[in-house]
């Protein structure tokens, strides 16, 4: 019982993912900063706003759904830390896994979009509900392409188990280097799920102030915000463990040493695109990726199909 | 979305909007099917203002009509003024305010191309172009003495000169900004997602241009030559050699390809200018009053064309003195190039014609063509409307006007 309240709250749970979540943030906007030509904020600025926005009052508008309004940002939270817990850190396995924990981590990342979707929709502000329209009109856009892209190497390791996913790669290193171009589309997808530059389109702050969370202060805003960072930190980490699968087999703490090494590497991929476009439309983006990406991740599906069949 | 109307305001507070004004869409989806622009939060009284005060002190007013094109202002009103008093303003003192003129354009359009890519969400571009500007920010600090009101000009010439010490410190900074604005010209011409975002939006044609009096970059953008440094020069631009950029894309894009071109020209026009120079007295003495007369005077403002009248009465105040801000120009073609574009797209559509809206402020009347009633108040009404207003939401003042009352009795 110890344990398994130590596990949820504090490692692999809730603290543990905070704490590393705060500091991806604070590592996203450094390198942002860094790479254009700025300072950048000092380490502990993540969790001075997290503290600061935590002292604030809590502001329900008078038109919205409060229950909805203020249980949004707890489902966001609670999904992402659930799906953490099937994340393999340390070696091959995770805390927890099962045959199928891959499909579990994808729906449990889904979710926060819908909470996003829910929380701004029933602002009832329109900023709110345009931001929180394109929210989903994206979802439809990106999870396609992440699904393909993710399902490959899946499919070439014959399980829907990440630890079984790892178990294959280390014993086959050459498969990795087929699942590269899944991997460039899964951090192309990754950036539509965290709605960072090109395509935040959902809460473009020039068009729609803040999107979806326009109407979120506060409290809920903190655990909304907090809740984006572990999604960054949960998105690197399933990257990490189906596309970067090596050196696993060195003792839980190099494992552990090279699993944060991989989370960073991903981040830092994530600011360099941030930095170096600009914001597309949102016919742009849902062109781009159903004509441009999704052919791309089938690509992937059938070479991969086709290496399966041919090492048989 | 469904396919119903929203209407969506943007402004007088908003995160895209850098003053206030106010913009409202008609959306259909991400569509917008129309667009009404309100302005008049933002008004100062900058022109009656001056008919108070003196020809010295309302230039320091009109240097304030704009923070960032402040010269243009200040020196289209000089003009005026020096015609109608008839000063012959010394050679040196004419290329000094032209040297001005364009270090001002060089920063006002590198702070455009910075605002551009913030409002595409191209952070990186801001923050490059910024970093730039402060080169001639401090050239100009340099030159004036002030980053944005250089209080360069006075009646009859410029209140500095320029020293020999100063003109290499200015070419190494030109050099400099020069090979920078050519990388942004590659990154412009080569990044996609810029170029995805700018072409095709924000369209106006040569002939809409022209119908709607759009002036400057935007109406150079859509194919119009016309330069009023070329057209009528003043200053001493008639002795330089330059071109005026026009293009032929009748878009965003375009008009960031002007911009950019503009630069190049000014870097161009820098350097002539520190190399013509001629020696001499910066200045000569002008009279406190002014003879009357009227005048009109012209410039190109990094906006677009700058028109002043100045009428004078032969005292030291002018009788009236009116100003028509470029973006005053420009403002009508906005809501042309916004119909039927995307939401997404208004921000830069509004940002590139470069508004800046004090600038064009108007204190607005309007009259009800049913009963012929204006929404004019004179200062008694307002006052009486102003107090039951507040009584209606329960705040009485005569309770506080008979404490004040008292108070200043007892002192």
């Given at each position: 019982?110890?344990?398994a309240?130590?596990n949820i709250?504090?490692?692999?749970?809730f603290?543990?993912?905070a704490?590393f979540?705060?500091?991806?943030e604070?590592v996203d906007?450094?390198l942002?900063?860094?790479?254009?030509?700025?300072i950048?904020p000092?380490w502990f600025?993540?969790?001075?706003?997290?503290i600061?926005l935590?002292?604030?009052e809590?502001v329900?508008?008078?038109?919205?759904?409060?229950l909805?309004?203020?249980?949004?940002?707890i489902?966001?939270?609670?999904?992402?830390?659930?799906?953490?817990?099937y994340?393999?850190?340390?070696?091959?396995?995770a805390?927890f896994?099962?045959?199928?924990?891959l499909?579990v981590?994808?729906?449990?990342?889904t979710v926060?979009?819908?909470t996003?979707f829910l929380g701004?929709w029933?602002?009832?502000?329109?900023y709110s509900?345009?931001?929180a329209?394109?929210s989903?009109?994206?979802l439809f856009?990106?999870e396609?392409?992440l699904?393909?892209?993710i399902?490959?190497?899946?499919m070439l390791?014959?399980t829907?188990?990440?630890?079984?996913?790892?178990?294959y790669f280390?014993?086959?290193p050459?498969?990795i280097l087929c699942?590269?171009l899944?991997?460039?589309?899964a951090?192309?997808a990754?950036?539509?799920k965290l709605?960072k530059?090109?395509?935040?389109i959902?809460?473009?702050?020039?068009e729609i102030?803040?999107?979806?969370f326009?109407?979120?202060g506060?409290?809920?805003l903190a655990?909304?915000?907090l809740a984006?960072d572990m999604e960054l930190?949960?998105?690197?980490?399933?990257?990490?463990?189906?596309?970067l699968?090596?050196g696993l087999g060195?003792g839980?703490a190099?494992?552990?040493?090279?699993y944060?090494?991989?989370?960073?590497f991903?981040?830092?991929?994530?600011?360099?695109?941030r930095?170096?476009?600009?914001?597309l439309?949102i016919?742009?983006?849902i062109n781009?990726?159903w004509k441009v990406v999704?052919p791309?991740?089938?690509?992937q599906?059938?070479a991969d199909?086709?290496?399966?069949g041919?090492t048989? | 979305?469904?396919e119903r109307?929203?209407?969506?305001?943007?402004?007088?507070q908003h995160p895209?909007?850098?003053e206030?004004?106010?913009?409202?869409?008609?959306?259909?989806?991400?569509?917008?099917?129309?667009?009404t622009?309100?302005l008049?939060?933002?008004?100062r009284?900058i022109?009656?203002?001056?008919e108070?005060?003196?020809?010295?002190?309302d230039?320091?007013?009109?240097?304030r009509?704009?923070?960032?094109?402040?010269?243009?202002h200040s020196?289209?009103?000089?003009?005026?003024?020096?015609?109608?008093?008839?000063?012959?303003v010394?050679?040196?003192?004419?290329y000094?305010?032209?040297?001005i003129?364009e270090l001002?354009?060089?920063?006002s359009h590198?702070l455009?191309?910075g605002?551009a890519?913030?409002e595409i969400?191209f952070g990186?571009?801001l923050?490059?172009?910024w970093?730039?500007?402060e080169l001639v920010?401090d050239?100009?600090a340099?030159i004036?003495?002030?980053?944005?009101?250089?209080?360069?000009?006075t009646?009859?010439?410029v209140?500095?000169?320029i020293t020999?010490e100063?003109?290499?410190?200015i070419?190494s900074?030109?050099?400099t900004?020069?090979?920078?604005?050519?990388?942004y010209?590659?990154v412009g011409?080569q990044?996609?997602?810029?170029?995805?975002?700018?072409?095709?939006v924000g369209?106006?044609s040569?002939?809409?241009?022209t119908?709607?009096?759009?002036v400057?970059?935007?109406?150079r953008a859509?194919g119009?030559?016309?330069?009023?440094?070329?057209d009528?020069?003043y200053?001493?631009?008639?002795?330089?050699?330059?071109?005026?950029i026009?293009?032929?894309h009748?878009?965003v894009?375009g008009?960031?390809?002007v911009r950019?071109?503009?630069l190049m020209e000014?870097?161009?026009?820098?350097?002539?200018i520190?190399?013509?120079?001629p020696?001499?007295?910066?200045?000569?003495?002008a009279?406190?009053?002014i003879?009357a007369g009227q005048?009109v005077s012209?410039?190109?403002?990094?906006?677009g064309?700058d028109?002043h009248?100045?009428?004078?009465?032969?005292?030291d105040k002018?009788e009236?003195v009116?100003?028509?801000?470029?973006?005053?120009?420009?403002?009508?073609?906005?809501?042309h190039m916004l119909?039927?574009?995307?939401?997404?797209d208004?921000?830069?559509v509004?940002?590139?014609?470069?508004?800046?809206f004090s600038?064009?402020?108007?204190a607005?009347?309007?009259t009800?063509i049913?009963?012929?009633?204006?929404?004019r108040?004179?200062w008694?009404?307002?006052?009486?409307?102003?107090?039951?207003w507040?009584?209606?939401?329960g705040i009485?003042?005569?309770?506080?006007?008979?404490?004040?009352r008292?108070m200043r009795?007892s002192n």
């Amino acid at each position: 019982m110890t344990e398994a309240l130590f596990n949820i709250f504090v490692f692999p749970g809730f603290l543990f993912v905070a704490v590393f979540g705060l500091t991806a943030e604070y590592v996203d906007r450094k390198l942002y900063a860094l790479m254009q030509n700025r300072i950048g904020p000092p380490w502990f600025q993540p969790l001075a706003d997290f503290i600061k926005l935590s002292a604030k009052e809590d502001v329900v508008p008078q038109n919205a759904d409060a229950l909805v309004f203020k249980m949004m940002p707890i489902v966001a939270i609670t999904s992402i830390l659930t799906a953490f817990l099937y994340m393999p850190m340390w070696g091959s396995k995770a805390l927890f896994a099962f045959k199928g924990d891959l499909v579990v981590v994808i729906y449990l990342l889904t979710v926060p979009t819908l909470t996003y979707f829910l929380g701004g929709w029933y602002s009832r502000s329109v900023y709110s509900m345009i931001g929180a329209a394109r929210s989903l009109t994206q979802l439809f856009a990106y999870e396609i392409p992440l699904f393909l892209s993710i399902l490959a190497p899946a499919m070439l390791a014959d399980t829907w188990s990440l630890s079984e996913m790892s178990v294959y790669f280390s014993t086959h290193p050459w498969a990795i280097l087929c699942n590269l171009l899944g991997f460039v589309i899964a951090i192309i997808a990754l950036l539509g799920k965290l709605e960072k530059v090109p395509f935040d389109i959902p809460e473009a702050e020039t068009e729609i102030v803040a999107g979806a969370f326009t109407e979120y202060g506060g409290r809920l805003l903190a655990i909304f915000r907090l809740a984006i960072d572990m999604e960054l930190v949960v998105g690197a980490s399933l990257l990490a463990a189906v596309f970067l699968p090596f050196g696993l087999g060195y003792g839980p703490a190099a494992g552990f040493a090279l699993y944060l090494v991989k989370v960073l590497f991903i981040i830092g991929l994530i600011s360099l695109a941030r930095t170096i476009v600009a914001r597309l439309r949102i016919d742009q983006m849902i062109n781009f990726c159903w004509k441009v990406v999704a052919p791309l991740a089938f690509l992937q599906f059938i070479a991969d199909l086709i290496i399966k069949g041919a090492t048989r | 979305m469904p396919e119903r109307e929203v209407k969506l305001t943007i402004g007088p507070q908003h995160p895209m909007l850098k003053e206030p004004e106010s913009f409202l869409l008609t959306l259909r989806g991400e569509k917008i099917t129309d667009m009404t622009v309100r302005l008049g939060y933002n008004h100062r009284g900058i022109e009656k203002a001056c008919e108070q005060r003196t020809y010295i002190q309302d230039m320091y007013l009109v240097e304030r009509v704009c923070g960032i094109c402040s010269h243009s202002h200040s020196t289209c009103f000089i003009q005026a003024v020096e015609e109608i008093a008839g000063l012959q303003v010394p050679k040196r003192g004419l290329y000094i305010r032209t040297l001005i003129s364009e270090l001002e354009r060089i920063h006002s359009h590198l702070l455009w191309l910075g605002v551009a890519g913030h409002e595409i969400g191209f952070g990186t571009l801001l923050m490059y172009t910024w970093r730039d500007r402060e080169l001639v920010m401090d050239i100009l600090a340099l030159i004036s003495g002030n980053r944005v009101n250089y209080g360069m000009n006075t009646i009859g010439g410029v209140r500095r000169d320029i020293t020999a010490e100063q003109i290499p410190q200015i070419l190494s900074a030109i050099d400099t900004l020069e090979e920078r604005t050519k990388y942004y010209i590659q990154v412009g011409t080569q990044e996609i997602t810029l170029r995805e975002r700018l072409s095709g939006v924000g369209k106006l044609s040569r002939e809409d241009a022209t119908h709607l009096g759009a002036v400057g970059p935007t109406a150079r953008a859509s194919g119009v030559n016309r330069d009023v440094r070329r057209d009528d020069p003043y200053a001493v631009y008639g002795e330089l050699s330059f071109n005026v950029i026009t293009d032929e894309h009748s878009d965003v894009y375009g008009r960031t390809l002007v911009r950019v071109g503009e630069l190049m020209e000014s870097y161009k026009l820098v350097r002539q200018i520190l190399k013509q120079m001629p020696d001499g007295p910066v200045v000569v003495k002008a009279p406190r009053k002014i003879p009357a007369g009227q005048a009109v005077s012209r410039y190109e403002a990094p906006r677009g064309e700058d028109v002043h009248y100045v009428k004078a009465n032969g005292s030291d105040k002018p009788e009236r003195v009116k100003v028509r801000a470029p973006t005053l120009a420009n403002v009508q073609v906005v809501a042309h190039m916004l119909k039927d574009g995307y939401l997404a797209d208004t921000p830069i559509v509004i940002a590139a014609i470069d508004p800046c809206f004090s600038c064009t402020d108007r204190a607005i009347a309007t009259t009800n063509i049913d009963n012929g009633r204006t929404d004019r108040m004179d200062w008694p009404t307002l006052r009486k409307y102003g107090i039951d207003w507040y009584s209606k939401q329960g705040i009485d003042f005569a309770e506080l006007n008979r404490k004040l009352r008292t108070m200043r009795e007892s002192n």
